[in-house]
Protein backbone atom coordinates (compact mmCIF):
# COMPACT_ATOMS: atom_id res chain seq x y z
CA UNK A 1 0.00 0.00 0.00
CA UNK A 2 1.86 3.14 -0.71
CA UNK A 3 1.84 5.56 2.01
CA UNK A 4 1.95 8.58 0.09
CA UNK A 5 -1.80 8.89 -1.66
CA UNK A 6 -5.36 8.38 -0.85
CA UNK A 7 -7.16 6.31 -3.25
CA UNK A 8 -11.19 5.11 -3.80
CA UNK A 9 -12.76 3.65 -6.26
CA UNK A 10 -16.81 3.17 -6.94
CA UNK A 11 -17.90 -0.60 -6.76
CA UNK A 12 -20.80 -1.12 -8.97
CA UNK A 13 -24.23 -3.56 -7.26
CA UNK A 14 -24.06 -6.97 -9.12
CA UNK A 15 -26.71 -7.72 -6.86
CA UNK A 16 -30.06 -9.82 -8.10
CA UNK A 17 -33.67 -10.48 -6.20
CA UNK A 18 -32.21 -11.28 -2.85
CA UNK A 19 -30.39 -8.01 -2.26
CA UNK A 20 -27.18 -6.10 -2.85
CA UNK A 21 -23.69 -7.26 -3.57
CA UNK A 22 -20.62 -4.83 -4.27
CA UNK A 23 -17.56 -7.51 -4.92
CA UNK A 24 -14.11 -5.92 -4.22
CA UNK A 25 -11.96 -5.94 -7.48
CA UNK A 26 -9.12 -8.34 -5.94
CA UNK A 27 -6.07 -5.75 -6.66
CA UNK A 28 -7.46 -4.18 -3.51
CA UNK A 29 -6.28 -6.49 -1.14
CA UNK A 30 -3.14 -7.29 -3.42
CA UNK A 31 -1.09 -4.98 -1.13
CA UNK A 32 -2.99 -4.67 1.59
CA UNK A 33 -2.74 -5.33 5.25
CA UNK A 34 -3.64 -7.96 7.83
CA UNK A 35 -6.43 -6.87 9.04
CA UNK A 36 -6.48 -6.19 13.26
CA UNK A 37 -9.72 -4.16 13.92
CA UNK A 38 -12.66 -3.85 12.09
CA UNK A 39 -15.48 -0.76 12.95
CA UNK A 40 -18.59 -0.77 11.03
CA UNK A 41 -20.32 2.30 12.02
CA UNK A 42 -23.28 4.82 10.46
CA UNK A 43 -23.60 8.50 10.01
CA UNK A 44 -27.14 10.35 10.37
CA UNK A 45 -27.29 12.97 7.62
CA UNK A 46 -26.23 16.13 8.45
CA UNK A 47 -23.40 14.32 10.46
CA UNK A 48 -19.39 14.22 9.77
CA UNK A 49 -16.82 11.27 11.27
CA UNK A 50 -13.18 11.54 10.96
CA UNK A 51 -11.81 14.40 10.84
CA UNK A 52 -8.34 12.95 11.97
CA UNK A 53 -5.52 11.31 10.64
CA UNK A 54 -3.02 8.38 11.96
CA UNK A 55 0.20 8.57 12.72
CA UNK A 56 0.76 4.56 12.17
CA UNK A 57 -2.10 2.14 10.81
CA UNK A 58 -3.03 2.15 7.16
CA UNK A 59 -7.26 2.25 6.84
CA UNK A 60 -9.25 0.62 4.20
CA UNK A 61 -13.10 2.48 4.36
CA UNK A 62 -15.93 0.57 2.43
CA UNK A 63 -18.39 2.94 2.36
CA UNK A 64 -22.33 1.32 1.12
CA UNK A 65 -24.22 3.83 -1.11
CA UNK A 66 -27.26 5.57 0.26
CA UNK A 67 -27.81 9.54 -1.15
CA UNK A 68 -25.55 11.86 -1.24
CA UNK A 69 -22.64 12.32 0.87
CA UNK A 70 -19.11 13.54 0.48
CA UNK A 71 -15.27 12.58 1.05
CA UNK A 72 -12.46 14.86 2.66
CA UNK A 73 -8.87 14.52 2.77
CA UNK A 74 -5.43 15.91 2.88
CA UNK A 75 -1.96 14.23 2.08
CA UNK A 76 -0.27 15.54 5.53
CA UNK A 77 -0.41 18.28 7.85
CA UNK A 78 -0.10 21.52 5.73
CA UNK A 79 -1.03 19.98 2.22
CA UNK A 80 -4.06 21.01 0.44
CA UNK A 81 -7.58 19.90 1.58
CA UNK A 82 -9.53 17.94 -1.13
CA UNK A 83 -13.08 16.47 -1.55
CA UNK A 84 -15.30 14.68 -3.79
CA UNK A 85 -19.05 13.92 -3.77
CA UNK A 86 -20.87 10.84 -4.01
CA UNK A 87 -24.63 10.00 -4.90
CA UNK A 88 -25.79 6.74 -6.70
CA UNK A 89 -25.87 3.15 -6.33
CA UNK A 90 -21.97 2.58 -5.77
CA UNK A 91 -20.33 1.57 -2.85
CA UNK A 92 -17.08 3.21 -2.66
CA UNK A 93 -13.96 1.95 -1.36
CA UNK A 94 -10.78 4.29 0.29
CA UNK A 95 -7.44 3.62 1.06
CA UNK A 96 -6.04 5.81 3.48
CA UNK A 97 -2.64 6.29 4.60
CA UNK A 98 -0.95 7.15 7.61
CA UNK A 99 -0.58 10.90 7.83
CA UNK A 100 -3.23 11.71 5.68
CA UNK A 101 -6.43 13.43 7.47
CA UNK A 102 -10.06 11.84 6.24
CA UNK A 103 -13.56 12.60 7.09
CA UNK A 104 -16.96 11.55 5.56
CA UNK A 105 -19.56 13.66 5.65
CA UNK A 106 -23.60 12.52 5.14
CA UNK A 107 -24.92 15.32 3.12
CA UNK A 108 -28.09 13.13 2.17
CA UNK A 109 -31.23 12.59 4.22
CA UNK A 110 -30.61 8.91 5.20
CA UNK A 111 -28.38 6.96 7.32
CA UNK A 112 -25.02 6.41 5.71
CA UNK A 113 -23.05 3.08 6.56
CA UNK A 114 -19.32 2.72 6.70
CA UNK A 115 -16.93 -0.48 7.79
CA UNK A 116 -13.20 0.75 8.79
CA UNK A 117 -10.74 -1.90 8.53
CA UNK A 118 -6.71 -1.00 9.59
CA UNK A 119 -3.90 -2.70 10.27
CA UNK A 120 -3.39 -2.19 13.78
CA UNK A 121 -5.95 -2.88 16.70
CA UNK A 122 -7.77 -0.08 18.52
CA UNK A 123 -6.23 0.67 22.02
CA UNK A 124 -8.05 3.38 23.90
CA UNK A 125 -4.69 3.80 26.04
CA UNK A 126 -2.99 4.79 22.98
CA UNK A 127 -5.49 5.71 20.12
CA UNK A 128 -3.38 6.12 16.89
CA UNK A 129 -5.91 9.24 16.34
CA UNK A 130 -4.78 12.49 15.80
CA UNK A 131 -7.85 15.68 14.90
CA UNK A 132 -7.39 17.40 11.79
CA UNK A 133 -10.30 18.98 10.51
CA UNK A 134 -10.25 18.68 7.27
CA UNK A 135 -14.46 18.52 6.16
CA UNK A 136 -14.77 21.87 6.27
CA UNK A 137 -13.41 22.55 2.79
Given at each position: ?7 F ?7 D ?6 P ?26 GDH ?8 LI??PA ?11 D ?8 E????VI ?20 V ?19 V?GA
Open positions: MDDAVLEAEIDDSGVRGSSFVPPQWFAEAFCVRDAHPSSIRPGHTRYHEVRHEIVMGRWSLHWDSGATMVQYRKFGTAAIKVPPLSSHAIRNDGDTDLYIGLTDGPYDPDSPDTFPRKS
